[in-house]
């Protein structure tokens, strides 16, 4: 069973962990909406290469943040 994009939220953990690293509310709202509306991902099952899709988001948005710096 694939778990929707559209429907996931970040952890309250992993929203802490990506704010300790500098990160505003309003990037990571953005990130969180670049996702679910500008990529090609569909459902959280479709990224590889991270334990679990709250470890890709962190990682996808301190290094999109870092970038626009």
Sequence with gaps: ???L???WQP???ALALIK???VT???IAR???YLKNYSDLRNIDEVEGYD???AFFIMFCIK???LAT
């Design 31 to 33: 990130s969180i909406d």
């Design 52 to 54: 679990n899709w709250n």
């Design 5 to 7: 994009l559209s429907e």
């Design 25 to 27: 509310d309003y990037q």
């Design 20 to 22: 300790l690293n500098g």
């Design 1 to 3: 069973m694939c778990k």
């Design 64 to 66: 999109a943040n870092k």
């Design 11 to 13: 952890s309250e953990s």
